[in-house]
């Protein structure tokens, strides 16, 4: 898959000390060209020079490590810009097995409390064998009550649906 080779050759590039940042950095830029959706289509587009690519990657990226812009410059070149978000995600990956972390999705009816994450967040530190969670709380108004908890592709249903699923399949 070529988005983990990407990903594994910026996570080489970077230094667990700068993991994160980058991390936080590609999602910076993927949101800015998400807020514009023809923006993505710029990088398709053949009529323009990969030399203006670069300008506005250069333009986007103002602030950021270096690396970050050389390594987009470089998706460029390979024309693998619209690639990002794969790369993206398996860099998170590689970021979260190299600290040790796992990204839980929390499904709740009403937005978690910074107390509820935190409780969570040690009961699934605990569950896990001590990995360091972080949660991304989703807020769905279809749920009657409860969480569900979606990490590595296992679900945790806690819901009351789930419950009520649960309960049927033993009747």
């Given at each position: ?34 807020e514009n959706p023809m923006s993505w289509q710029i990088f398709d587009a053949p009529n323009i ?92 108004n279809n749920l009657i009550g409860g969480i569900k908890c979606e990490y590595e592709g296992k ?17």
């Amino acid at each position: 898959m070529v988005e983990a080779e990407y990903a594994k050759a910026l996570s080489e590039l970077a230094s667990t000390k700068d993991a994160q940042e980058i991390l936080n950095e590609l999602n910076i830029f993927i949101e800015a060209l998400d807020e514009n959706p023809m923006s993505w289509q710029i990088f398709d587009a053949p009529n323009i020079t990969d030399k203006d690519k670069k300008e506005i990657i250069a333009n986007t990226t103002k602030g950021f490590d270096e690396l970050i812009t050389r390594f987009l410059y470089v998706l460029v070149d390979n024309k693998r810009i619209n690639s990002i978000k794969g790369i993206r995600d398996e860099y998170k990956l590689i970021v979260n097995n190299t600290i040790k972390a796992v990204d839980v999705n929390v499904t709740s009816k009403r937005p978690l409390t910074n107390d509820q994450k935190k409780k969570l967040s040690d009961l699934l530190t605990s569950k896990l064998g001590g990995r360091m969670v972080k949660i991304n709380n989703i807020v769905d108004n279809n749920l009657i009550g409860g969480i569900k908890c979606e990490y590595e592709g296992k679900l945790i249903d806690f819901s009351v649906r789930g419950k009520i699923k649960n309960i049927r399949s033993l009747l």
